[in-house]
């Protein structure tokens, strides 16, 4: 089913073009701040590799596990609106903060971002899915093109911001990141004025919203406990090696909330929860791996690559620059499949979707087939993996998010958008762990430099343990990020067919949705 109607604009509600460009310059700020923090803390701060990769991981999991707290209160007080314009303010001041070079800004800043985050992000992927009624085939479109917003964003600000901050010093491009966030928000503002919204997004219930604790309005009290919980995530980050006590608590309230929602709805509602949480684990697969981009990866371009045309922090943008171009086809794509009934259904797009990731990895293993005397790969080989891993990212995780609005239950939607964030959240805890594994102790080798995947290793790269350490640190350093990526590529692989094999079972268990 599609419907028009005169607030629309090329075919889709206009509100879409308002929420793409606010989600283009919040993903500008957040993804300038990112592609830069690893060198920062590095280069700057003089982190080891190893606290980095740990402060990084804590970070970037912490800023998906907040969207669950952000989407339980956003369904029951705050409605979609003054969720994400409560998370722009916290978020903009968080990347501003960056620019003070001292632990307590430097933590802090980290903390305002988790936090702004859990507000914004999945409201606004929320928001987008409200715009279209049920059933309406438009729907993996309109997610495909708000994907494309996202990467405009993630594209640009890593070429921008490590452009300032190498010309005019890292606070430059942490300043930069800022200015995007205020302009996400006046978008969004602007889109607010202009009523393009309609009736959708405003506070669920306004009682409930007026009602007063401790002599404060409900929305009011959320405003300040935000802020309040600030130096709790912030102390999280600076003691991260404990994260893993948080994991436990977190994956138990998600059970338990799981557990109690399956409880209260019908039998196909309950079908498809339990299929919303599949999808949440293969996504969780997925942003583990594909997590290396701003960890290891950044390092291996660093370290490992002939760069051509840009530095290391600039490499961030090659995976978004590649959305952009693939983005709109890739819409027409689906829309054209289904049409013609030939469109794949979303279990079998997830799967594909890890097996190029897979694919793109191996690639990058791949590219130690080409080193020189310097253990210095080819930029052709980073640039086709980012390529392959790309389309597997459009395979998969827009289609995740458009989803995510059908299959949950209305009354739950907000916060099972939490849930699929939370693949983040659980992706790059482990995304930490695999990248620590590229870490190289004099004399030693990293697990899968051993047995079945040693071979793999040997088979895909020509290298073996013995090689790399009879040639130095930088081969030894090479071979420590190859045969992680080469491991894991297969893994992701074997994972994708599994998945294309239980296909059938999982789109029965999604009735009536595609």
């Not at 715009?131 to 917003?149: C, E, N, P």
């Not at 005019?168 to 969004?188: D, E």
């Not at 049409?339 to 797009?349: A, E, L, T, V």
Request: charged share 15%.
């Amino acid at each position: 089913m599609t419907t028009t109607n005169s607030n629309e604009a090329f075919g889709h509600p206009k509100g879409l073009i308002y929420l793409f460009f606010a989600e283009l310059w919040e993903r500008f700020s957040f993804y300038g701040m990112r592609a830069l923090l690893v060198l920062y803390m590095t280069k700057q701060l003089l982190f080891t590799d190893d606290m980095a990769f740990g402060v990084y991981a804590a970070y970037m999991s912490l800023v998906y596990v907040t969207p669950m707290i952000g989407g339980i209160l956003a369904d029951k007080i705050l409605g979609f609106r003054k969720a994400i314009l409560l998370g722009g303010v916290l978020m903009a001041l968080g990347h501003f903060f960056l620019t003070f070079e001292h632990p307590i800004f430097f933590y802090g800043s980290l903390g305002l971002i988790i936090v702004g985050n859990g507000f914004f992000k999945p409201n606004i992927s929320t928001f987008v899915g409200d715009l279209y009624q049920k059933g309406d085939t438009r729907r993996d479109s309109g997610f495909t093109i708000f994907y494309l917003g996202i990467n405009l964003g993630a594209a640009i600000a890593p070429l921008a911001c490590a452009w300032f901050a190498e010309t005019y010093g890292w606070h430059y491009g942490f300043v930069l990141a800022g200015i995007g966030m205020v302009a996400g928000l006046l978008v969004f503002n602007k889109g607010l004025k202009n009523n393009v919204f309609e009736d959708k997004g405003l506070v669920p219930n306004q009682e409930i919203y007026d009602s007063k604790w401790l002599g404060l309005n409900r929305g009011k009290l959320i405003t300040i406990l935000a802020f309040l919980s600030v130096p709790a995530f912030a102390l999280v980050i600076k003691f991260h090696e404990f994260e893993h006590y948080l994991v436990w608590i977190i994956s138990m309230f998600l059970i338990g909330y799981i557990f109690y929602i399956l409880s209260t709805v019908n039998a196909d509602e309950k079908k498809r929860l339990i299929v919303a949480v599949y999808f949440t684990v293969l996504y969780t697969l997925f942003s583990a791996i594909f997590e290396q981009a701003g960890s290891s990866l950044t390092l291996f371009a660093d370290r490992n690559v002939n760069l051509v045309g840009m530095d290391a922090a600039g490499t961030n943008s090659i995976n978004a620059g590649f959305i952009i171009l693939f983005a709109i086809p890739f819409s027409m794509l689906w829309t054209f499949l289904s049409k013609r009934k030939k469109n794949p259904n979303s279990p079998i797009k997830f799967g594909l979707g890890l097996m190029f990731l897979g694919l793109g990895f191996l690639i990058f293993a791949l590219s130690a087939q080409s080193i020189d005397e310097f253990a210095r790969t080819s930029m052709m080989y980073l640039v086709l993996g980012y390529l392959v891993l790309t389309i597997g990212e459009l395979f998969l995780s827009p289609i995740g998010l458009s989803k995510m609005t059908e299959l949950s239950p209305l009354k739950y939607v907000s916060f099972i958008m939490g849930v699929w964030f939370s693949a983040n959240f659980y992706g790059h805890f482990f995304a930490g762990k695999i990248a620590k594994l590229t870490t190289v102790t004099q004399g030693e080798t990293n697990v899968f430099t051993k047995g079945f995947f040693g071979d793999i290793t040997e088979f895909i790269t020509g290298i073996t343990p013995e090689i790399a350490m009879k040639n130095g640190d930088n081969f030894q350093q090479l071979f420590s990020y190859v045969s992680v990526y080469a491991s894991f590529g297969v893994i992701s692989i074997g994972v994708g067919l599994l998945a294309i094999l239980i296909a059938p079972i999982i789109k029965k268990m999604m009735i009536d949705i595609h």
